[in-house]
């Protein structure tokens, strides 16, 4: 018999990234550039499943939705790897529930990697695109319902397949399970929904392993940049006797890591944007005593830094991060200029003035580094009413960055409207419309990103378990990786136009394979 319910999401977002998360940035390059054998191997490999379909390990989105539908009494529940849709899916099946989080590439990643690169679909949206056609045709056969949520169900609001019954915004705990009950008993839904933020006291606990040891320390964010989905009375902190809970569940699986998700680790236990030392240090040493021998975290933000040195010293130091330095958590840089900060996002720099901002970054960034931990700064250009004057503060702080040679990358990314955000209605980004200088700005910071990545990669893909695919991503980050900056270069001098000429490169073509893997075999004999 098959399940009732089942939750999956593409091959993009249901997947380990071979064990190093930093690896799921190439599926937002153009699928003509990265050949489908490499997504399949290397970056994108299928997640593994038991014999029923069951997903060992998933997404921990889905495992918490898992548990919502489990703790309002639906049981006939299974999370599948998209491949293994059609063990899974049959007569028996009411609800398939699909998790999204960049289904048209449409995020700021995919826009800008695509859009400097000749344009075309990002993998992102390829691997959406196959599984929308092999759930348009079991939904055909079978009648399901077919619910759609997750971070980008936005994209889907704007271009709504066929197939989709009913698209879910906002946190599932509270409001979903009743949805899912209709939808197995065959009653009418409604086409859209958007769900309350529950108390913490109603998000439920994960009952089955999550990827990565992955465990949710904190919801939202105080900090209100109108570029965002997430405001800022949606902040909570998950109660430790919970945290614990799923971190052993992870560590009894075999998992011997833990990925703590939150969108600054620093704010666990917080009030009002203020740094709880003893809460974040408790949590990393309750982790650590639980058995994890590594704690990674994917954010964290510059003003806490600052804020409380100590408390990041000391975290790093019961996380042990100074033998291996592989720690690179998501940084918001967003702009070096005070008045986009002042106008979009003034929060931001709190509790600093947006006046304070390049100190902010130059006085913590040394911090984090100490802590051997390497911030990834994302920066947010392209607003409408942005200046070649605005962008070139932003490159005269990021050149200091670079002067101070800082550990740290940093990648200026297009603002994208989402309708989920304050800027919903903003026109989408594109080369003609973003500042002259934006393009002077990214080959600033390419330039010295790929620099950092020939140094960092090589520690961070020590957790990669297949050598092979280990050998793949350091050759082509050390060898092919560093013969790119030409282009950057190019696409700075030209304000972008050179990307146009990208766009008939089709990597994945028989001849374009074969390429591919001659010029790794030149990378490889240049190299040894």
Not at 67 to 81: E, F, K, M, R, T
Not at 331 to 346: A, D, F, H, P, T
Not at 479 to 497: D, M, N, T, V
Request: some cysteine.
């Amino acid at each position: 018999m098959c399940a009732k319910v089942v939750l999956t999401a593409d091959q993009g977002s249901f997947t380990s990234y071979s064990g190093v998360s930093t690896l799921g940035y190439v599926a937002c390059m153009p699928a003509r550039l990265v050949p489908r054998i490499l997504m399949d191997k290397v970056f994108t490999p299928p997640q593994e499943s038991d014999r029923r379909g069951e997903a060992l390990r998933a997404p921990y989105a889905l495992r918490k939705i898992e548990a919502a539908l489990h703790y309002g009494g639906i049981d006939d529940v299974i999370v599948s790897p998209p491949g293994d849709l059609e063990r899974v899916v049959g007569e028996d099946t009411k609800v398939l529930g699909i998790s999204v989080h960049d289904p048209y590439g449409m995020s700021p990643v995919s826009t800008k990697l695509t859009m400097i690169f000749g344009g075309g679909p990002s993998w992102t949206a390829e691997f959406f695109s196959e599984l929308s056609q092999k759930v348009s045709q079991l939904k055909k056969k079978y009648g399901f319902k077919v619910f759609v949520g997750g971070p980008a169900a936005w994209q889907i609001g704007m271009n709504r397949p066929e197939w989709v019954d009913l698209v879910f915004n906002g946190e599932a705990e509270e409001d979903l399970p009743g949805l899912v009950l209709m939808g197995i008993e065959g009653k009418d839904l409604p086409r859209n929904f958007t769900g309350k933020n529950p108390p913490v006291s109603k998000i439920p606990k994960i009952i089955k392993p999550s990827r990565f040891g992955e465990v949710q320390v904190t919801r939202g964010c105080p900090r209100g940049c109108q570029f965002c989905s997430i405001t800022p009375e949606t902040f909570r902190s998950i109660p430790m006797e919970d945290i614990l809970e799923e971190v052993k569940l992870n560590l009894n699986s075999g998992e011997k890591s833990i990925e703590l998700l939150t969108d600054d680790i620093l704010l666990y236990g917080s009030q009002r944007l203020v740094t709880n030392h003893d809460a974040v240090v408790n949590l990393f040493s309750s982790v650590r005593k639980a058995g994890a021998e590594q704690i990674y975290f994917p954010h964290i933000s510059s003003p806490a830094v600052l804020d409380s040195p100590r408390t990041v010293m000391e975290l790093s130091e019961i996380a042990e991060y100074h033998k291996y330095r592989a720690e690179a958590p998501v940084v918001g840089l967003e702009s070096g200029s005070e008045r986009i900060l002042r106008k979009y996002m003034n929060g931001k720099p709190f509790p600093w003035k947006p006046a304070d901002w390049k100190n902010v970054i130059l006085d913590s960034t040394p911090i984090l580094n100490d802590a051997y931990i390497t911030p990834c700064y994302t920066m947010t250009v392209g607003f409408e009413d942005e200046t070649d004057e605005d962008v070139e503060q932003s490159i005269d702080l990021v050149q200091s960055i670079i002067d101070n040679r800082y550990r740290a990358w940093i990648f200026p990314l297009a603002v994208i409207p989402m309708t989920s955000s304050r800027l919903r209605g903003k026109p989408f980004p594109m080369i003609d419309k973003l500042p002259g200088k934006y393009w002077e700005l990214l080959y600033i910071a390419w330039s010295y990103d790929l620099k950092m990545s020939r140094e960092m990669l090589p520690e961070m893909t020590k957790r990669m378990g297949n050598s092979v695919s280990r050998h793949i991503v350091n050759l082509m980050t050390d060898r092919i990786f560093s013969r790119i900056g030409g282009i950057f270069k190019e696409l700075a001098e030209s304000h972008g136009q050179k990307a146009y000429e990208f766009s008939d490169i089709n990597l994945n073509s028989t001849i374009g394979f074969l390429k591919s893997i001659y010029w790794l075999g030149l990378a490889s004999i240049s190299g040894s």
